[in-house]
């Protein structure tokens, strides 16, 4: 039986459970093939994230019009 590995990724506006949300949900495979990779809409879209978005680009141009996680 071969075991393979997957590679969970996310990227949230902020460091903080309380406070912030998600933004993407990834899952890379042990190969670096992508198996998820999707954005998420927060459900507060007015919060700016701009400490986050500067490392990991994602801008609020970008999940306008996303599903949130509560669909």
């Not at 992508?34 to 141009?61: E, S, Y």
């Amino acid at each position: 039986m071969t075991r393979s590995r997957v590679c969970p990724d996310t990227e949230p506006t902020g460091l903080s459970p309380a406070s912030d949300a998600l933004l993407e949900i990834a899952i890379i495979s042990d190969t670096g093939v992508p198996l998820l990779n999707t954005l998420i809409c927060p459900p507060d879209t007015f919060k700016a994230w701009l400490a986050a978005q500067a490392v990991h680009g994602i801008t609020p141009a970008m999940i306008r019009g996303k599903q949130t996680l509560a669909g």
